[in-house]
């Protein structure tokens, strides 16, 4: 199948075949001629699976006329819950429609907002923005929302995950009701049906999450002293002559403390965190992504939706609370079916969180142990039905 016969004209089918796709990939060839038909949308499928040209590519088909676009509107909205996805959507954008005259944007806190306002003056046909800084601009008036035709919800689970259910509501409520609503999710948990129903009528559901074939991807794990996670990640880099690894890790502190680590025995990496101005972390991502920097400590912020090509290894330094976001961070390696590998370190007090996480994926976790490292707290065979004991029916 062709992106030509999914009904794109020759300008969008012209600027992805110069980017080298060949054909689309099942989420662009089931979602596309929905959206193309104006139909409401809710889509679930892995990361990696090219769910953002899913809704760009029809978008760009849909705007593609002469209407001429009045000051402070916009035709579509994309709603996203990072500076960095924003602004890695609307390169997406930029790239599709590059023989189109269609503008668009990213819109983002954590920058000033003049240029952002200055940008909305003559009208953008695509704005791609965090839920914040868009009400912001609304309540300053700098953009109005009476010519919107299109909205897409992209990484829903993880918006309503990072509290933004409340300004959501607030951006639904000053749309326009004739439109086209689209939600995008890796999951579909019952926070994001309830969003949808109050969002999308009567939608097309595509579910891709359990069709679709596994990344391929090489997990396992090594059980660590907490005090001892320092020394194994540089001994594994060291030893193995890892070239490459997005590092996650839960606090901004301790993304700064094991740069520190990691540089005092020969090793150089970077970190990004919530604490970074955008215009640095947007420079470390980028210099991530062409191999300048080739270990990255990351916090959650890195954690989905961020495209790193053929990245080596995700290692999980901290365990992730949620069993979710385990499958989210695994999830930027082994892309669009290239081989990868993702580690965690796991201490005692990391039992519960593991024991979730093996629950959902539904086999427990290869172990590995290294003669240097022997561990003085012993974490206990893993349960795939483990209960905690609080949850425990009396």
């Not at 009045?70 to 590059?98: H, M, W």
């Not at 940008?119 to 109005?144: E, F, K, N």
């Not at 009701?177 to 309830?194: H, K």
């Not at 420079?283 to 959650?300: D, N």
Request: proline content about 3%; glycine content about 6%.
């Amino acid at each position: 199948m062709s992106f030509a016969s999914l009904g794109l004209s020759t300008s969008i089918v012209k600027a992805v075949s110069e980017l080298g796709y060949s054909e689309p990939t099942p989420i662009q060839q089931k979602a596309i001629p929905k959206v193309l038909l104006g139909r409401d949308l809710i889509a679930s499928a892995q990361t990696g699976t090219g769910k953002t040209a899913s809704f760009v590519l029809p978008i760009l088909e849909r705007l593609n006329n002469d209407n001429t676009l009045r000051g402070k509107r916009i035709q579509a909205l994309i709603l996203t819950p990072t500076r960095e996805l924003a602004v890695q959507i609307e390169a997406s954008i930029a790239n599709y429609s590059k023989y189109m005259n269609l503008s668009s944007m990213a819109m983002y806190g954590g920058v000033d907002a003049e240029a952002q306002k200055q940008a909305l003056i003559y009208g953008v046909d695509i704005l791609v923005a965090t839920p914040g800084r868009l009400l912001d601009m609304a309540h300053q008036r700098a953009l109005h929302f009476d010519e919107l035709k299109m909205l897409v919800l992209d990484e829903a689970d993880r918006m309503l995950d990072m509290g933004f259910i409340d300004d959501i509501n607030k951006i639904l409520e000053r749309l326009p009701e004739q439109r086209q609503n689209l939600l995008f999710s890796a999951t579909i948990s019952s926070d994001v049906q309830g969003l949808a129903k109050r969002t999308i009528n009567d939608p097309i559901e595509i579910s891709l999450s359990h069709s679709t074939k596994k990344p391929n991807i090489e997990q396992w794990l090594v059980t660590v002293d907490k005090d001892k996670k320092s020394a194994l990640l540089s001994y594994l880099i060291q030893e193995n002559n890892w070239q490459q690894a997005l590092i996650f890790i839960e606090t901004k502190h301790g993304a700064a403390k094991l740069v520190s680590q990691l540089e005092k025995r020969g090793i150089k990496a970077e970190c990004i965190h919530g604490g970074r101005t955008q215009e640095v972390r947007e420079s470390i991502l980028s210099e991530f992504k062409t191999g300048k920097i080739t270990f990255l400590v990351a916090t959650g912020i890195a954690a989905r939706g961020i495209d790193i090509g053929e990245l080596a290894r995700v290692i999980n330094y901290d365990l992730p609370a949620q069993a979710d976001e385990y499958i989210h961070r695994i999830g930027r390696t082994g892309r669009a079916g290239a081989a990868g590998e993702a580690i965690s370190f796991v201490s005692k007090d990391n039992f519960r969180e593991l024991c979730a996480i093996e629950s959902r994926l539904g086999h427990i976790l290869v172990r590995k142990e290294f003669d240097a490292f022997p561990i003085k707290k012993v974490v206990p065979i893993s349960k795939l039905n483990f209960v905690p004991k609080h949850r425990v029916n009396k």
